[in-house]
């Protein structure tokens, strides 16, 4: 069965650096594209970064741009996403989540269960 | 960038049920709009996609409408099960990807 399974989060300071990962299984990760989706406490979902399936093209949203990068490894089934200048507004759930190859992209099929990530001194 | 606006924000209703969530764009984005709903402590879960295409799965009680900027998810007969937060999220304009704010459905 599809899983993704989320790691790396925890306590970091403002201005610190922290990766987190997002290892799958269950289908061909090379044929699907990848996001970071993610969710401060008690708030709404904010998408974060899109990797294509090759690692080809990647995109941002405004308040993470120029700070965090995507990537991914296809040989070892993992996405990744670097962390870099963290802001308390960083603080978050950050999940992963895979794109539906359908007519339509964008559409988030799956998602793995989440990394908290809490920016505080 | 486009912006979504889910109404109401919170809703309270009783098992059985019929409960409509309306989610509005700021431009038309045609079908492209997908459903999501959240329970506490999981993560998202598609419902549907395209505007009103059901995700394999998911019960027929839920069903999605609408096109342009003004959207419906319609839950027919609400379960015990059906108590979460639900998110609209626009797919005409992408990247960015937006989501609506959210709709907590809770038991009266």
């Known amino acids: 069965q599809v899983q993704l399974v989320e790691a790396g989060g925890g306590v970091v300071q403002p201005g610190r650096s922290l990766r987190v990962s997002c290892e799958v299984s269950?289908?061909?990760?090379?044929?699907?594209?990848m996001h970071w989706v993610r969710q401060a406490p008690g708030k709404g979902l904010d998408w974060v970064a899109v990797?294509?399936?090759?690692?080809?093209?990647?995109y941002y949203s405004d308040p993470v741009k120029g700070r965090f990068t995507i990537s991914r490894d296809n040989s070892k089934n993992t996405l990744y996403l670097q962390m870099n200048s963290l802001r308390a507004e960083d603080t978050a759930v950050y999940y992963c989540?895979?794109?539906?190859?359908?007519?339509?992209?964008?559409?988030?099929?799956?998602w793995g269960q989440g990394t908290l990530v809490t920016v505080s001194s | 960038d486009i912006q979504l606006t889910q109404s109401p924000s919170f809703l309270s209703a009783s098992v059985g049920d019929r409960v409509t969530i309306t989610c509005r764009a700021s431009?038309?984005?045609?079908?492209?709009l997908a459903w999501y709903q959240q329970k506490p402590g999981k993560a998202p879960k598609l419902l549907i996609y395209?505007?009103?295409t059901l995700q394999s799965g998911v019960p027929s009680r839920f069903s999605g409408s609408g096109s342009g900027t003004e959207f419906t998810l319609t839950i027919s007969s609400l379960q015990p099960e059906d108590f979460a937060t639900y998110f609209c999220q626009q797919l005409n304009s992408y990247p960015p990807l937006a989501f609506g704010g959210g709709t907590k459905v809770e038991i009266k």
């Open positions: 395209a505007a009103s």
């Open positions: 431009q038309d984005i045609f079908s492209y």
């Open positions: 990797i294509w399936n090759d690692g080809s093209n990647k």
């Open positions: 269950g289908f061909t990760f090379s044929s699907y594209g």
């Open positions: 989540a895979r794109e539906a190859i359908t007519a339509i992209q964008g559409v988030f099929d799956y």
